[in-house]
């Protein structure tokens, strides 16, 4: 059953707090249209961090789609306690080129920046519209000219950080 008042639903926003309690982030599956509706989530729990999935699924591809996602993601992204996920841009762009990859990671960036950015690939589930290796080299690619540091943070530092990857190899 479909629930458009989820984030708005008493329990889970109980729920949530939760996470909090362990220093734990929450990852965000949205659509543009719920894009504002995840902006009062975040401001709603300052303290939580929030990571976009898919950054944002842009799944309307046409030019009013596409700056209906640009300008919720660019007030989303106005949330310090969020960070973004460049993931899966393939599910939505099936004819994907390197030029329609870029135009998404871009604005991602131009919004978040790359100290709130990171790549992943979502396989295998984006396996049905490319190899892992057209994914990352696309990515590569794509931010090719961005200083080293910063692209240290988009394909690794960010993910270790966020998901406290360093701090569950120290628990072991």
């Known amino acids: ?3 458009g008042d989820l984030i708005d639903d008493p329990t889970w926003r109980s729920n949530l707090t939760r996470l909090g309690d362990h ?3 929450f990852d965000l599956m ?3 249209n719920q894009l504002s509706d995840a902006g009062r989530l975040a401001d709603a729990f ?3 961090t929030f990571i976009l999935n898919h950054c944002g699924s842009p799944i309307d591809r046409d030019p009013d789609g596409m700056a209906h996602w640009r300008k ?3 007030a989303l992204a106005e949330r310090p306690n969020i960070v973004i996920k460049i993931s899966d841009l393939v599910a939505y762009d099936h004819d994907w080129t390197l030029d329609s990859l870029g135009a998404v990671v871009h604005h991602c960036l131009d919004c978040f920046g790359p100290e709130r950015s990171m790549f992943a690939s979502d396989f295998p589930v ?3 519209h490319a190899s892992f290796d057209e994914i990352f080299d696309s990515f590569k690619t794509i931010v090719a000219d961005f200083a080293t540091d910063e692209q240290a943070l988009l394909f690794e530092g960010n993910a270790r ?3 406290r990857m360093d701090a569950a ?3 072991k």
């Open 1 to 3: 059953m479909e629930r």
């Open 30 to 32: 949205i659509f543009p």
């Open 161 to 163: 950080r966020v998901y």
């Open 72 to 74: 919720g993601l660019r």
């Open 46 to 48: 300052g303290n939580q």
């Open 23 to 25: 220093d734990l982030s």
């Open 169 to 171: 190899s120290d628990a």
């Open 126 to 128: 984006a396996g049905l």
